[in-house]
């Protein structure tokens, strides 16, 4: 199977900046959507921003302007810089991936979640 590993959360201040990585680990065949996911405390868990299949990438309209997802193909490394962070952004913010995988049996989907990784912007 493919695992996530997600880094670099922690506090910041309103108008701070950190910067999130995820990088996945298996025998990756492919990767076709790669990209972060959050969670506020009682409520649904929501896109931020994602790598789709066709390479474009989509960022919920909160984030825009603020966060960058950029990737490096050869690590398999997702990688989320988030600017002029608000307390709103309070969350913790997954790594999600698709792709196929190698396996004795051939190839085979995967659909990995990270542990997730707490962001805390105090009011």
């Known amino acids: 199977q493919v695992q996530l590993v997600e880094s670099g959360g922690g506090l910041a201040q309103a108008g701070g900046s950190l910067r999130l990585s995820c990088a996945a680990s298996g025998i990756i065949f492919s990767i076709n959507t790669m990209g972060w996911y959050r969670q506020a405390p009682e409520k649904q868990r929501e896109l931020v921003a994602v790598?789709?299949?066709?390479?474009?990438?989509n960022y919920a309209d909160s984030v825009k302007g603020r966060f960058t997802i950029s990737r490096d193909n050869a690590k398999n490394t997702v990688y989320l810089q988030m600017n002029s962070l608000k307390t709103e952004d309070t969350a913790v913010y997954y790594c999600h991936a698709e792709g196929l995988y190698t396996s004795s049996s051939g190839l085979n989907d995967f659909a990995s979640w990270g542990q997730g990784t707490q962001v805390t912007v105090p009011s």
């Open positions: 790598f789709t299949k066709g390479g474009s990438t």
